[in-house]
């Protein structure tokens, strides 16, 4: 199949095409000619006018299966990926069994290799996700983990964390911790400010991020491991770790809806932005809005988590928390955040998690084989019953009318185009 990209922009910092409007043409999954007014004789697809970036990489996704089929398949899972714009997603073992062990691991990994997405797995740190025994870091390399995490579970154990940082150094990998003091907040409900006191709904105060995110920087530093402290949403956590990075290997990812909604949100009882942690206050966003477009941000994440509809339409205070995102992160952004700059967009969404994760960087050349996203930013979508990939629905953004729309993307040698 050839595909004819006519007048797509490059957005690609450090690319030596970055921001330049070229003709593309792939042909079986490879670049076949790259230049100005192409003339290909023939061709399946052709696209006329978009953006052409690295393909982009989700970093948490959250795997159902096995164990949680009903909220998505592994194959509609990978589906919603790619109509998201992923031609990769880091993923986390909070699966039933938990993906504490290499067996679990390769089965997960055998199951997906068809796709156009590829899946990059972060296998537990303890057995089960409860926090008590460590698993076999290395058997779980061997298989293909590249890096390490409790996921939906933090890790409150200190030993337990250095050790894991340790072991982790050892083999070049990562730990991704979700840093928070349990016992400060133990049962919350939203952001603990006005809104949380209007509603009469218990808060969690983003101290107990703050703290939580001062003791894995100080057990990071003695460590000297490679630490991703996930889905911060506290500035001033944000801060502390640009503070560190000096002289310790550490970094920080935040979930889009950070960016692009606060706790006002929770006036309507929607429980689809009931998410982990909490959307913080208009204060606090607007801040965050401030350290991305600074660049003080390292990666952009989904948080992806589909949800049965049964732990969803409950009263506020019964709902679990999560939310769809993968299709709607970019979209939500490009609508929310006033002249969002692709550069910064695409270097926490595609470059970031490649160099955090040691994942190869592709190339824009030809020979080179396509792994790209094909966006446009003009172009509306709206998540509604057609163009849902999940089998969940639990998006806050659900039949919302958005600006930005995910063109298609390339990967292992398939295309998954959408018009």
């Not at 989700?58 to 509609?76: I, V």
């Not at 660049?295 to 969803?312: G, M, N």
């Amino acid at each position: 199949m050839t595909v004819y990209l006519q007048k797509f922009k490059v957005i690609y910092p450090g690319h030596k095409l970055n921001g330049k409007t070229l003709d593309f043409i792939i042909k079986n999954g490879k670049f076949s000619e790259i230049g100005k007014n192409l003339k290909p004789s023939k061709y399946n697809h052709l696209l006329s006018k978009g953006c052409i970036s690295p393909g982009w990489i989700d970093t948490g996704t959250h795997l159902t299966a096995p164990g949680y089929e009903s909220r998505d398949t592994l194959t509609s899972l990978l589906d919603t990926a790619a109509a998201g714009g992923f031609t990769d997603i880091i993923t986390f073992p909070n699966t039933q069994p938990t993906l504490d062990n290499s067996a679990a691991l390769a089965s997960v990994l055998a199951q997906s290799q068809s796709h156009a997405v590829d899946i990059h797995p972060c296998a537990a740190i303890t057995r089960d996700t409860l926090g008590s025994h460590l698993t076999e870091m290395h058997d779980l390399k061997s298989v293909g983990a590249i890096g390490y995490t409790d996921g939906a579970h933090s890790i409150s154990d200190e030993g337990n964390l250095y050790r894991a940082l340790q072991y982790a150094r050892a083999l070049d990998t990562v730990v991704v911790n979700q840093p928070r003091v349990k016992s400060l907040s133990p049962d919350w409900q939203m952001n603990e400010g006005s809104v949380n006191i209007t509603l009469g709904l218990t808060g969690q105060a983003t101290i107990v991020e703050d703290i939580a995110t001062n003791r894995d920087i100080s057990i990071n530093q003695y460590a000297q491991g490679k630490l991703l402290l996930h889905k911060l949403s506290s500035p001033q956590s944000i801060k502390s770790v640009q503070s560190s990075k000096s002289n310790s290997d550490i970094y920080t990812s935040v979930n889009y809806l950070h960016l692009v909604h606060n706790d006002e949100q929770l006036l309507t009882f929607n429980t689809n932005y009931k998410v982990d942690p909490p959307l913080r206050s208009a204060n606090d966003q607007n801040q965050l809005v401030k350290l991305f477009n600074k660049q003080k941000i390292d990666i952009i994440c989904s948080d992806h988590q589909p949800l049965d509809q049964e732990v969803k339409l409950v009263e506020f205070d019964k709902a679990s928390c999560g939310a769809t995102g993968l299709q709607t992160l970019f979209s939500a952004m490009n609508t929310h955040i006033d002249k969002l700059d692709l550069e910064t967009f695409v270097k926490c969404i595609a470059i970031n998690p490649r160099e955090i994760f040691q994942i190869t960087l592709p190339d824009l050349e030809v020979g080179a084989q396509a792994r790209v996203t094909l966006f446009d930013p003009k172009q509306a979508f709206t998540l509604n019953q057609q163009t849902n990939k999940s089998k969940s629905k639990n998006s806050p953004f659900w039949q919302v009318d958005l600006k930005g729309k995910i063109l298609g993307i390339f990967g292992n040698n398939q295309t998954y185009m959408q018009y």
